[in-house]
């Protein structure tokens, strides 16, 4: 895709701080990270989002995501490591090329995340595991 901002970062065309590159997928720091070492993983190949990156390619970017994880951890001496894909605009995507972002984690640095504190009605967890199981 010629007007894709990933696309171009992944073939030399818009410069970046290149992580880690195979023949499947490039990694490069976020240019504006969470936290320092926030480095995102993309599929050279050009794929929207989640539902349309073919299963090897996820499966390798798991595979670089943890090999990743490890090193982000080590090397800057992070307490955890959280990891976060956003597929569509409602989710936060923002640039529709396939990213996964490996974030490192500090005590105490901010970063929120959901308090899940809606729960479910009676009988709605049960009914909702029917809906996704339907759509299987």
Same mark, same amino acid.
């Given at each position: ?13 818009? @410069? ?9 997928? *490039? ?10 070492? $926030?480095?995102?993983?993309? @599929?050279?190949?050009?794929?929207? %989002? ?13 595979? &670089? ?20 894909? %956003? %597929? ?7 640039? *529709?090329?396939?990213?996964?972002? &490996?974030? @490192? ?20 967890? $049960?009914? &909702? ?8």
């Amino acid at each position: 895709m010629t007007d894709c901002l990933f696309c171009k970062i992944a073939t030399g065309e818009i @410069p970046c701080t290149k992580v880690y590159e195979d023949d499947t997928v *490039f990694a490069f720091l976020d240019i504006h990270p969470v936290n320092i070492g $926030h480095t995102l993983i993309i @599929p050279k190949a050009h794929h929207v %989002n989640l539902y349309e990156t073919d299963d090897a390619t996820l499966a390798h970017i798991m595979v &670089v995501a943890k090999k990743l994880s490890i090193a982000v951890k080590s090397a800057l001496n992070a307490d955890g490591i959280n990891i976060e894909m %956003n %597929n569509e605009p409602d989710a936060g995507q923002v640039i *529709f090329h396939s990213h996964l972002h &490996v974030i @490192p984690r500090f005590k105490g640095d901010g970063f929120t995340h959901w308090h899940g504190a809606r729960g479910y009605n009676e009988g709605e967890a $049960h009914d &909702v595991a029917q809906k996704i199981q339907g759509s299987l």
